[in-house]
């Protein structure tokens, strides 16, 4: 598991770089932070040091909401669709992220906390098939 979350972050990384002209700066240095978190993450293994865990983990859960919520607000004359479900899914994620930290480890805190991770990675890979389908990589309106 801890693999997979390096893994993950080192892909994260390397998509928000990639895309980084029609994300923006700040949705991309969001990104680029939430991998790096993810990859501390997988390096700080619960069952070895929570507190370490739990440091490293922070800043993926605060800035991957953010991240989709920019990004929807840079798309929002664009691809109004899109737009909309990036901010829905910003609030839900962001919204999910605080009630995993107010659950502590209650039974609910599991899905919490995969209801604030996996729906970004549907969101992003939207943007990025919109991206692959129509060409318009670099050509979105600045926010």
Known sequence: MNGSFMGF???LVGGAVLLSRP???????????SGLSSVATGL??????GTLHAIAATPLFVAQPIALI???ARLRNDRPRLAGALLATG???????LSFVLSGDGHLSGGFER??????????AAF????????????????
């Open 9 to 11: 972050g080192a892909l």
């Open 23 to 33: 994300m923006g700066p700040w949705v991309t240095g969001l990104l680029v932070v």
């Open 44 to 49: 700080a293994p619960l069952d070895q040091d």
């Open 70 to 72: 920019v990004l929807g």
């Open 91 to 97: 609030v839900v994620t962001g919204a999910a992220a």
């Open 115 to 124: 209801l604030a991770l996996w729906p970004v990675l549907g969101g992003l």
């Open 128 to 143: 990025g098939w919109t991206q692959l389908t129509h060409g318009r990589a670099g050509h979105l309106s600045g926010v």
